[in-house]
T-cell receptor, first 113, second 111 residues
């Protein structure tokens, strides 16, 4: 998986609790992305980062925040998890822009009860 | 109308068949076209990358882009059971503001 790890790989949590997902890369790529994948919707971009402390919103950013304090780490936080955020979350990296090849991590399966 | 449309399938074929997977799109500004393959419970991996129009071949895989029809295709020759996966098309415009994915087509190749 191109030097990308995600943690945790599985998580079950309750509605209203905060959740943080971590993406770690060893490729020194500039761009990092968080996607969610749901049946019937495919992959949708939540947030992305184009450098340390530089982030921007994607298509489905409501209810999510991100932080990138180091090149190798990109955190996705659900401030107060809801059942609609039950999904599989993928982190991806690319060396240049969105148009560059994106390499995906193994995914985190999140269930919000 | 969604920006990218992809038939979800499932598509079932016998081993050795030629498979055709397709996506249509509405945004004429798209210039970068990709096909990703995703095995069950894994992350997507890039299979083919095409810029603008034309064909690209890599082993058993051929990607075609028809910008006049806003239509892209992925052909798999001599399909194998190991090709059983979900295939996602993805595309972006010149500005590279975001990669837009199709919903994916699930392919099953039986031996």
């Amino acid at each position: 998986d191109a030097g990308i790890t995600q943690s945790p790989r599985h998580k079950v949590t309750e509605t209203g609790t905060p959740v943080t997902l971590r993406c770690h890369q060893t490729e020194n790529h500039r761009y990092m992305y968080w996607y969610r994948q749901d049946p019937g919707h495919g992959l949708r971009l939540i947030h992305y980062s184009y450098g340390v402390k530089d982030t921007d919103k994607g298509e489905v950013s409501d209810g999510y925040s991100v932080s990138r304090s180091k090149t190798e780490d990109f955190l996705l936080t659900l401030e107060s998890a809801t059942s609609s955020q039950t999904s599989v979350y993928f982190c991806a990296i690319s060396d240049r822009a969105h148009t560059d090849t994106q390499y995906f991590g193994p995914g985190t399966r999140l269930t919000v009860l | 109308q969604k920006e990218v449309e992809q038939d979800p399938g499932p598509l079932s074929v016998p081993e050795g068949a030629i498979v055709s997977l397709n996506c249509t799109y509405s945004n004429s500004a798209f210039q970068y076209f990709m096909w990703y393959r995703q095995y069950s419970r894994k992350g997507p991996e890039l299979l083919m990358y095409t810029y603008s129009s034309g064909n690209k071949e890599d082993g058993r895989f051929t990607a075609q882009v028809d910008k006049s029809s806003k239509y892209i295709s992925l052909f798999i020759r001599d399909s194998q059971p190991s090709d059983s996966a979900t295939y996602l098309c993805a595309m972006s415009n010149q500005a590279g503001t975001a990669l837009i994915f199709g919903k994916g087509t699930t392919l099953s190749v039986s031996s």
